[in-house]
Structure formats: structure tokens, C-alpha cells
């Protein structure tokens, strides 16, 4: 048959080496996400605010003029030189509560995410690579989860284990995964068809190995995206029970627990730096959380070409 | 008589489907000696991936093997739980996909992969490995091997990326390298560079290649020995040779016909009539009888099966001495 001695004749053709010729290899671009990041001019914004509110909370001992529970003589001033916000009815210095205040809000919006962020991914994980029962209980579960009346929920357990700031960062925490887990779950049934999660099974790689090191890193840009937003929920949760009291107990300062002095009417009409400032300082963190949430969505989006 | 690296005996894979179960490798023997490469040669749905995943034990959850032995190097590794079979895999057995665009991991890099896939089998420093994977990646002739290491996948194309499939399926030097259609997914001008570096590799390893393709230039250029499949079934196996100049069943001879070829001659190219039978398993005779020209009325009600004509050349046909003759008239 004459093509088969073609295909024969056709290696003394092109014995010689291969050589791949001129194939262009861009540079990995690192700098193409702060590129897309900066496009987001309010997301620049809210990122440098954030750091502002951290560095406060950080420093907060060397920034405040006054100790956060520190009485002086003027009860319920208004703003002055001595007294930037005024005090409380109490002489304590507004602005120190509130600077002393960022760590709580910062706090619960970290911790309270990193936990429900471990739980829900590892949950998610394991339903979505091992299908089957384990899928359907980690599923039913957290269904369950997820039609509890949310904010009613807290506030029962809250009262249950006690208020404060660490019951409420464990409570939003263990309340707050079931939405990752279903996340992750459906991102890992995507990267399980995926090839290159069967070629790892072929290379022989263990099953911990392929979930973790290589399924997981393809889902961190939606675990992070999600969890920013879910920074904004946490800290505005905690608002929330502070103000009904439930939250971080007097005198510690929390921006909800002083928001929650403005139950009073008089204070509302005839005190506004007391609840003002705190106010404004959830509305822009959460608007800057939120902000970067959108702006981390553009930039970590391979798709986007923009 | 030398004992051979992969001796398969009478695998019958099956898939469970909501029609019931699904037959797509049925009886299959061959052999895969030490150093050779074999090629299962098939259209679509023949059954020829089916055959590499069952050797592999990826079937999947829907899949499972009915009967049949799997002899791996001397170890029956038909009912090797999984434990022992991820040992297996990447060391001694390895494979290559047909789709380089998608099977390397697009979060981690080139050399981050290839380091994870030596240190697993192999106990060495992470230096040595690094080390190790630039030689490999120098080995599989890509340029700036080095630079490459800390790329990502994407940067790279089709051919670079198949060529770091192989690096990584033969750093562990397996002693057979499964492969299921690597070059379907190339370029042409890359196809035969692919190949040929395959077939240079394995030699020096020793690796035997089990190549499965619808591509028989690609046969020609790599193979010793070569199985035909056709609706989960061997239709002939031959050495190459004997394949080419003399195949004894119509499905063979359809396929070398239905090769493009240079010299242009004003004849439309030749197809085979049809597709594989969709329930292929309740035919009463031979399941490629209703696309084949020499089919005579045995051919649709009794089975046929694989004879053997000379020393390793079987056929499961017939007809095959009308074959011989020439045909008739074409």
C-alpha cells in the first residue's frame, strides 16, 4: 500500500531535531490585577479608608487623646478643642470610643468571615468531590441552616451563651458558612469535569492532595469575593445586636452600642455627636467593603478583559 | 516466552445508564510487551478510551469492570483497591490527555506542577526536583526551560503544553505510558514534532506506549503492534506492517481507505456508510455487517469471531478471504 510506505518515507524527511521556533511568551502579568483594581476609583477610595479605620484600631492606645472609659468633668459637651466629638453623658471622650470602637467592628468582620469561610469551604469541598451521601447530608445541613429566621436565630443564641464580643464573633462565624459551603460546592462539581483534576488522578496524586492543592486555589477568587461582602454583613450584624444590647457590653465600645444611646429621644434631637460619628463610621466602612468586593470581583475575573 | 508488561484478558467494561447497563468494552485480550508500542485504532465510541480508563481504574463512578484480568508487570491488578492503584499511577503507569489546553492547572505554576509530580514518587530534595524538571522540560526541546518554570499555562501554547504533559507523565520514567489521542488537539505541523519526541522519549526509557487514536498516519508513524475496535469489540489485530499492507476486515480496510491522500487522483475521499449501531449488543450477527460492503446473510445472524489468520494477525470476519483476494470489485 503505497501510503504506508509514505508515512514511512516522510521520518527520513524530517529526521532532524525538533525545534520550536518563534513562540512568544508573555511575562506572567502581576501587575494586570492592581492594574483592574485601580480602575475602581471609589474601590481605591474604600481601600484606603479601610486602612485608615485599621491603622486607628491598631494604634488605637497611641492615637486616642483619652482612655476609651476615661471620665472628664464635662458631661454631654458639645464638640470643642479639648473635645474633638463632644463627650457622653457619662464625660467620656467621643472620638476615643469610637476610635477604640474600629477594633470591635474590624474584628467581627474578620473573624466572624474567617471562620464561617473555613467551615464552608471545607464543607463544600467535601460535598462536591464526593457527591453521593456525603453531598446530601452536608446539603440537608445546610439547608437547615439557611431557613432559620437569621437575625432572630442570633439573637436567641446570643442570649443563650451570653453577649459579648467573642460569643459574637463565634455565632456569626458558625452562622454564617452554609452560603460559602454552597458556593464552593458548585465550583468544585465545575472543577472536578475539569481535565486537569483528572490528569492529577492519573499522575497518582492522593485525594486530600487534588482537593486542596488543586481545586482549592481555583476557587479562592469567589471564596474571597464572597467573603468581603460578607466582612460588610458581619460588622453590620454586630451593630445590630449591639444595639439591641445583645452585643458588646458597656463600657467596652462597640459602634453599635454607642449607636444604641440614640434610643433615647432627647439624645437623638439634642445630641448628635453622640450617635452621628458612629452612624457614619459603619455607613463608610461597609460602603468601603463593599466597594472592594465589586472591585476584587472585576480584578480576579479571568474573563474580564477590560 | 517473554512475559509481556500489560496482558489484558477478556475485559468486559460496562456503564450503568438509565437505559441499564451499558457494554462498551466487551471481551477484549491483547498484549503489551516491554518497549513496544501498541496502538488501538477506532471512530468514536468504539470503546478504545474505555479500554485505557478501565487499565487505569478511572472508570468513574458509573463505570465499573464486568470480568475479565488486568496483569500489570506480572501483578493482577484487576481488584487493586485504590490505595494501592494511586501508587501505581504516575509511576509506573502514566497517561497523557488529548487536551493540553485544559489539563494542566491553571492556579499553579508550570514548575510548581512538575515538582509536585517528581517529589511524589520520587525522594529527593526540592533542589534535585527543580532541577530534575528543568532537565525534563529541556528534554521535551523547550526553550528557556528555566523561564518556563515559573510560567502559568496560559502563557504557553498548545504544543508547549503538551510537551509539558509529557515531561510530567514521563518524569517518573513509567513503564507504560498511556495515551489517549495526545496530538487530536494540535496543530498538524506540531502533530508529528509531538510524536515523534513521544516515541524518542519512550525509547529511551524503555516505556512502552499503549497510543490510542482515530488517526492512522499517526499509526503508521508510531507503532508496532495495532488493534482495530469497533463497538467495544476487536475487529483485527496485526503488526503494523501486516496491517497496512494486508488488513483482513472490511472496517480496517474502510479506514485506510477513508485517509486523505497527497496524490490527487479526482476521486472523491471514501467514508465508511453509517455510524456504530446504538444497541450494538442485541444484534444477532456481526456488528458491523449493516456498513459493510461484503456482508453476505451469515454476517447478520451468526457472531464472528476473532480467528487467526498467521502468526498474530486475527480477524473477526468472514469474509476475510474475499479480502484477500482483492475485494470484489471496488
Known amino acids: ?141 445546610t439547608d437547615v441552616f439557611m431557613s432559620f429566621p437569621y437575625i432572630i436565630f442570633i439573637l436567641v443564641v446570643a442570649s443563650i451563651v451570653g453577649p459579648g464580643l467573642t460569643n459574637i464573633i463565634i455565632i456569626l462565624g458558625v452562622l454564617g458558612w452554609p452560603s460559602i459551603a454552597r458556593l464552593v460546592r458548585g465550583n468544585v462539581l465545575a472543577l472536578k469535569q475539569s481535565d ?79 450617635w452621628i460619628p458612629a452612624g457614619l463610621m459603619i455607613l463608610f ?22 | 516466552m517473554m512475559t509481556s508488561l500489560l496482558s489484558v484478558r477478556s475485559l468486559t467494561t460496562a456503564f450503568d445508564t438509565e437505559h441499564g447497563k451499558v457494554v462498551s468494552v466487551d471481551d477484549v485480550s491483547f498484549d503489551v510487551q516491554h518497549g513496544e508500542t501498541l496502538a488501538i485504532v477506532g ?21 465499573s469492570i464486568e470480568s475479565g484480568e488486568l496483569l500489570f508487570d ?16 504516575g509511576n509506573d503507569m502514566s497517561m497523557i490527555f488529548q487536551e493540553p489546553m485544559t489539563a494542566l492547572n491553571p492556579v499553579l505554576t508550570i514548575g510548581n506542577q512538575l515538582i509536585e509530580a517528581i517529589l511524589l514518587h520520587q525522594s529527593m530534595t526540592k533542589k534535585e526536583a527543580c532541577a530534575t524538571a528543568i532537565n525534563m522540560l529541556e528534554k521535551v526541546g523547550l526553550p528557556r526551560a528555566a523561564q518556563i518554570m515559573k510560567q502559568y499555562a496560559f502563557s504557553l501554547s498548545g504544543g508547549m503544553r503538551q510537551r509539558v504533559m509529557i515531561a510530567m507523565a514521563l518524569v517518573s520514567k513509567p513503564k507504560l505510558l498511556i495515551a489517549d489521542e495526545p496530538t487530536t488537539a494540535l496543530d498538524v505541523t506540531v502533530q508529528a514534532q509531538i510524536m515523534r519526541l513521544l516515541k524518542e522519549l519512550c525509547q529511551q526509557s524503555n516505556t512502552s506506549i499503549m497510543l490510542i487514536t482515530h488517526d492512522l498516519g499517526v499509526v503508521a508513524e508510531m507503532a508496532d503492534q495495532v488493534i482495530v475496535m469497533y463497538a467495544g469489540q476487536i475487529v483485527e489485530i496485526a503488526d503494523v506492517y501486516t496491517l497496512f499492507e494486508k488488513s483482513l476486515h472490511p472496517y480496517t480496510e474502510g479506514l485506510l481507505a477513508s485517509i486523505p491522500s497527497m496524490v490527487f487522483d479526482g476521486k472523491q475521499l471514501e467514508s465508511i456508510p ?50 484477500e483476494k482483492g475485494g470484489v470489485a471496488r
Open chain 1, 1 to 141: 500500500m503505497s501510503l504506508f510506505k509514505r508515512y514511512f518515507n516522510k521520518k527520513a524527511y524530517d529526521a532532524e531535531k525538533t525545534v520550536i521556533w518563534s513562540e512568544e511568551l508573555p511575562a506572567p502579568s502581576k501587575g494586570l490585577f492592581l492594574k483592574r483594581f485601580k480602575k475602581h476609583k471609589l474601590a481605591l477610595f474604600g481601600f484606603w479608608f479601610l486602612v485608615a479605620v485599621a491603622i486607628c484600631a491598631i494604634f488605637a492606645p497611641l492615637l486616642a487623646p483619652y482612655e476609651q472609659n476615661e471620665m472628664s468633668a464635662q458631661f454631654s459637651a458639645a464638640p470643642s478643642m479639648e473635645h474633638w466629638l463632644g463627650t457622653d453623658q457619662v464625660g467620656r471622650d467621643v472620638l476615643s470610643r469610637l476610635i477604640y470602637a474600629a477594633r470591635v467592628s474590624l474584628m467581627v468582620g474578620l473573624f466572624s468571615i474567617a471562620i464561617a469561610a473555613v467551615i464552608g469551604t471545607v464543607l463544600g469541598l467535601l460535598a462536591g468531590y464526593f457527591g453521593g451521601i456525603i453531598d446530601g447530608i452536608i446539603m440537608r445541613i
Open chain 1, 196 to 274: 486537569y483534576v483528572k490528569a492529577s488522578v492519573a499522575l497518582g496524586y492522593s485525594t486530600p492532595r487534588i482537593l486542596f492543592k488543586h481545586i482549592l486555589p481555583n476557587t479562592v477568587a469567589p471564596i474571597l469575593i464572597y467573603a468581603t461582602s460578607g466582612v460588610a454583613g458581619a460588622i453590620l450584624d454586630e451593630a445590630a445586636l449591639s444595639f439591641l444590647g445583645l452585643g458588646v457590653q458597656p463600657p467596652d465600645a462597640s459602634w453599635g452600642n454607642m449607636l444604641s444611646s440614640a434610643q433615647s429621644i432627647s439624645i437623638l434631637t439634642d445630641l448628635p455627636w453622640l
Open chain 1, 285 to 306: 466602612t461597609v460602603l468601603s467593603v463593599n466597594y472592594i468586593g465589586d472591585a476584587l470581583r472585576d480584578a480576579l475575573d479571568p474573563r474580564n478583559t477590560k
Open chain 2, 274 to 323: 453509517g455510524s456504530i449501531p446504538a444497541r450494538y449488543q442485541e444484534l444477532a450477527g456481526c456488528r458491523f455487517a449493516n456498513r459493510c460492503k461484503y456482508a453476505t446473510e451469515r454476517c447478520r445472524i451468526e457472531k464472528p469471531q476473532l480467528e487467526e489468520i498467521s502468526a498474530g494477525h486475527f480477524t473477526r470476519c468472514f469474509e476475510w478471504q474475499t479480502l
Open chain 2, 43 to 63: 471512530e468514536s465510541g468504539s470503546g478504545k478510551s474505555v479500554t485505557a480508563l478501565s487499565v487505569m481504574h478511572l472508570l468513574g463512578p458509573t463505570g
Open chain 2, 74 to 89: 506480572g501483578q493482577n491488578i484487576t481488584a487493586l483497591d485504590e490505595k494501592a492503584m494511586q501508587k501505581l499511577r
